[in-house]
T-cell receptor, first 112, second 114 residues
């Protein structure tokens, strides 16, 4: 079955700097890769996703890249702000899969 | 209006008790899920229902029984609670059963078993 590994588990960056979170997946059939942000005391919320026919996607300060050959995908946050502090999850699935598999999460802290 | 709501938000109970968590979504989605998040924040799917039909049943103890009275509601009943059941339980919904659509999560129910 699918396995998603996520690194690092914790990340601390200075406000204004960039943050990068990396994930790898095992099932070559996976074609959908969402990223969720979980703020303290709340449920995860989708912030960006990418499908396998695209190599990169941007939404303002957030970008995701996908390397299907290497089975890697990454989240890039530029010009980090205090409100970016949260736990971030990557995930992988394909349309006929029985379940979506989440990575283990990255706790991102933004230092003022 | 809250898209996915859960009640209660906090649940503290003793070992051996039976408890239920309720979930409702007003998004008109066909598919609903239950996830368990442990103390290390690991998020794992437990069950999924599509139009009241069970489609995913992970290796969850049969003390956990989901029930979907209609496609807008998915409740979770837990019998004979154990210490290891302590976790945050999230309900989620998505447009349909294809796992390439956004999942909308509820605020979570923090279950503490003493």
């Amino acid at each position: 079955g699918e396995n998603v590994e996520q690194h690092p588990s914790t990340l601390s960056v200075q406000e204004g700097d960039s943050a990068v979170i990396k994930c790898t997946y095992s099932d070559s059939a996976s074609n959908y890769f969402p990223w969720y942000k979980q703020e303290l005391g709340k449920g995860p919320q989708l912030i960006i996703d990418i499908r396998s026919n695209v190599g990169e996607k941007k939404d303002q300060r957030i970008a995701v890249t996908l390397n299907k050959t290497a089975k890697h995908f990454s989240l890039h946050i530029t010009e980090t702000q205090p409100e970016d502090s949260a736990v971030y999850f990557c995930a992988a699935s394909y349309s006929s899969a029985s379940k979506i598999i989440f990575g283990s999460g990255t706790r991102l802290s933004i230092r003022p | 209006d809250t898209a996915v709501s859960q009640t209660p938000k906090y649940l503290v109970t003793q070992m051996g008790n039976d408890k239920s968590i309720k979930c409702e979504q007003n998004l008109g989605h066909d598919t609903m899920y239950w996830y368990k998040q442990d103390s290390k924040k690991f998020l794992k799917i437990m069950f999924s229902y599509n139009n009241k039909e069970l489609i995913i049943n992970e290796t969850v103890p049969n003390r956990f029984s989901p029930k979907s009275p209609d496609k807008a509601h998915l409740n979770l009943h837990i019998n004979s609670l154990e210490l290891g059941d302590s976790a945050v339980y999230f309900c989620a919904s998505s447009q349909d059963r294809l796992l390439t659509y956004e999942q909308y999560f509820g605020p979570g129910t923090r279950l503490t078993v003493t």
